[in-house]
């Protein structure tokens, strides 16, 4: 049974325990766009070594004359395949990263009932709460719903 000293010690190890898997969470989402983003940059720079290769390759002026539209159209199919590709992985990113958010709410959540739970007197523990939300309320009666309403 956890002792009233504890809980404060045990709801910030709970706390901190949240803190520290969002942030990981937000890390790993960093370094997937990360990657995703040097991705793009690298297949642009393959893109434009192929193209002055290219260039460098035409042995005449008719040769050199078809590489714009060749280019374009090339170019255009392989945008709206990249688009394509970049648009599923970004969603996959943020499904990840939703999903992990998610599983860190609630085992934070499983986690800080155990710790309200394992407390032994609530009324001792509840009091100083109490005492507290009867000041909020004092300052601001809409918070508990009396007198001076917020929608005006």
């Keep these: 049974m956890t002792t009233q000293s504890d809980l404060a010690l045990n709801l910030y190890k709970v706390n901190s325990e949240l803190q520290l898997r969002i942030s990981k969470l937000v890390m790993e989402n960093w370094k997937k766009w990360l990657e995703l983003s040097t991705r793009v940059v690298d297949d642009g720079i393959a893109e434009s070594q192929a193209r002055v290769e290219q260039l460098l ?25 990249d688009s394509n590709l970049t648009n599923h992985i970004a ?28 407390v032994g007197d609530m009324g001792a523990v509840s009091q100083p709460w109490n005492d507290i939300m009867e000041q909020w309320g004092r300052l601001w009666p809409w918070a508990e719903g009396k007198g001076v309403t917020r929608d005006k």
């Design 91 to 118: 969603a996959n990113v943020q499904a990840h990263f939703a999903k992990g958010l998610q599983e860190a709410i609630q085992v934070w959540q499983q986690d800080t009932a155990r710790v309200l739970g394992g």
């Design 57 to 81: 390759r035409a042995q005449d002026w008719a040769a050199l004359s078809t590489l714009p539209s060749e280019t374009f159209w090339r170019l255009l199919q392989q945008r709206m395949g």
